[in-house]
């Protein structure tokens, strides 16, 4: 079925946000505005030493000051489970899993470990309590480096983890990579560093719990982009109380990039001290604490060797990557590193011989899991800069390298040799040539070697990538690891008025989910874009669903809604032949209209389908009333987004400040539903992968103290330095949904921080410079080009 092409269909459209007005008018309600009758206030004390044993907890002090309705321990909450790994490295690999409690019991891992709760009146009470509690602490040496953390004699974290060793994973042809490593005409090896960020959303965590024991149920609301998922993992692992009696609600949520999906000890903790002072219990993450208690990403130190013919061509890659997973094991944090980042490790390119190995290891910092892109930066990182190693060794064009490697089109579905599901699709030459003539290419180049002659380091950088979205099937999920499913909910309710309701198990937090879903119902049903209600982000009324992140909300979200509102047709089409007396093959829906084919004067409208839905006066023989159907959309596949990005630098001789001159990017998400959101996903996502590139990165000194642990240490990227992004694209259907999308939220993380650190180390390629870790700060570049300087 088809929507009429005499009204202007929606989706294709540059619809603005239609959630905007309530969120920049300060209407939106955030973890912060929840504010419930008698509710106190929590604070948490959190060690100061990355590695200690707890001695003694002295809280008479703490207990007598003013407001304070409770001070509890970790021994107070034992019943309290340790919180699941929900992802552990799949069947037949070593896993020695560690997680946290809601407070330590008798050791601390990292700075920031919980270790005492006070609850009072106000927020400022809370605190004031707080600073008073007395903790003795015998001290333990600590580990923060993921490599030394293996190396003997290091300080041990866990009994149950040798040499504090997560998990070993592996994948490929290790044979065959060697043997090819073994025969390459060349054959170069770099040690690469992806150094550790913290998410840093506009809205930090909170968590709210309200116990009724009345009812024995539980209420949370919850910075979470997976309210569904929460209350699983609160339920059958953490605190052993039904399902049906806990609900979870997710307001507005300022932003979450990866960072609120998982389960955080605060969360089953309100719920206990609700419990326990028979009140609602509210605790909210100051900006600080986020630096060290919610999760970080990335940290990666990683061995490559790739081997090539002197034509470019890539005959074999070998990866070793120790990935850092702090402390504990957060929800799903191996599978970070393995699936989504040691099964993409090859990127675009058709390499016969890859094989990768990773060691997940414990140190003495704040868990590490899923940040904007979650392993699929880490793995675009070093293969693009592999393919320009290969570049700039054998002095060829890193644009023709790139060509000579890519997976042909003709391959697709194509299997990388890494476990991962087979690429949906692809088209990459026509996204780089793109780029290239959007760029102007040839004509930058002679512009780059006429600056070099006047002293000026000016660099072009490329990275093209691709990503696996929308990650399912269930099936395959799970045996990777993922104890659970992945497929997404909608439901689609028809009032008796017209208007539609979408109910959808996504979560939206800036993804535009209340104007895409519009779109596309609207479309489909020929119903008024303004009569259409998208709702999200409570258990207790939305169908069980998986939530938001690795842009999935549309490559299954989206073709769940897209199964809901068929069933619809089909019950309208069944509906309008029953009323019209006419064979149900008859029956054309074309603007929200039921007609005859050949007498479109015997018609309904979508208003009085709906009444006679609703009504049940004259229905088919055994239908039930209402327009109002569920769906749960499992997916074949994953779906594949790729493109190609271009950055431009100039690296100031003096200060090693680099500036971004300009930035070019191909992207190809399969069909777009809305082109005004994904150009902003796709900026957003630049600006934080630059932000990776030259800014950010999170220290711990040897000690594990978190040195960057405010703003004023942890740099972000201001606007001021970012260029106007000069966005484009291609179009690759996808055959996975219905849709043909394939997922752009996280394009722009994935491709910009190797387009940029591409661009860098073209610009200094006169000064022998072959690659400088992230961040590529004034400091660190300067520092760079001086030794560089003295080598020459």
Known sequence: MTVSETRKDLVGQRLKRREDPRLVKGAARFMDDIVLPGMAHAAILRSPHAHARIVSIDASAARAMPGVAGVFTGRDMEAINPLPCAFPVGRGFENNINTPRALAIDEVHWTGDGVAVVVAETVAQARDA????????????????????????????????????????????????????????????????????????????????????????????????????????????????????????????????????????????????????????KWTEGRAESHSATTHGRDHVTDIQVAANRDGKITGLHVKTWANMGGYLSTIAPGVATTLYGRMVSGVYDIPNVYCEIVGTYTNTGMVDAYRGAGRPEATYLVERAIDLVARELKLDPADVRKVNFIAQESFPYTNGLGMLPYDSGNYVPALDKALKNLGYSDLRA?????????????????????????????????????????????????????????????????????????????????????????????????????????????????????????????IKKIAAHVLEVAETDIELNDGVASVTGAPDRSLSFAEIALASATGFSLPAGMEPYLDETSYYDPPNCTFPFGTHIAVVEVDADTGKVDLKRYVAVDDVGNVINPLIVDGQVQGGIVQGIGQALYEGAVYDDDGQLVTGTLMDYAIPHASQMVNMELDRTVTVSPVNALGVKGAGEAGTIASAPAVVNAVIDALSPLGIKHIDMPLSAPRVWAAMQEANERN
């Open 130 to 281: 707080m600073d008073v509690i007395q903790v003795e602490y015998e001290v333990l040496p600590a580990v923060v480096d993921a490599e030394l953390a293996t190396g003997e004699g290091a300080p041990q974290l866990h009994e149950n983890a040798p040499n504090n060793i997560a998990f070993k994973w592996n994948a490929g042809d290790q044979a065959g990579t060697e043997t090819a490593l073994g025969n390459g005409e060349i054959v170069l090896k770099q040690r690469l560093r992806n150094q550790r960020l913290i998410p840093t959303p506009l809205e930090t965590r909170g968590a709210t719990g309200d116990y009724n024991a009345g009812t024995d149920e539980y209420t949370f609301w919850l910075s979470s982009q997976a309210p569904h998922v929460h209350r699983l993992l609160l339920a059958a692992f953490v605190m052993g109380h039904p399902e049906e009696k806990i609900r979870v609600i997710t307001p507005d949520l300022g932003g979450g990039f990866g960072a609120k999906i998982f389960v955080y000890p605060e969360y089953p903790l309100v719920g206990w001290l609700s419990k326990a002072l028979n009140r609602p219990v």
């Open 447 to 571: 512009e780059q070697e006429t600056l070099r002659k006047q002293g000026k380091h000016l660099g072009i950088g490329f990275s093209s990538y691709v990503e696996v979205c929308g990650v399912a099937p269930s099936a395959w999920i799970n045996a990777e690891g993922w104890g659970a499913a992945l497929w997404e909910s909608a439901n689609v309710k028809v009032h008796l008025t017209g208007k539609v309701v979408v109910t959808t198990g996504a979560l939206p937090h800036g993804q535009g989910h209340e104007t895409t879903f519009a779109q596309i119902v609207s479309d489909r049903l020929g119903v008024a874009y303004d009569d259409i209600i998208v709702e999200w982000g409570d258990t207790k009324g939305t169908p069980f669903g998986y939530g938001t992140y690795g842009s999935r909300s549309l490559t299954v979200g989206g073709a769940a809604v897209v199964n809901s509102v068929e069933k619809i047709r089909d019950k």
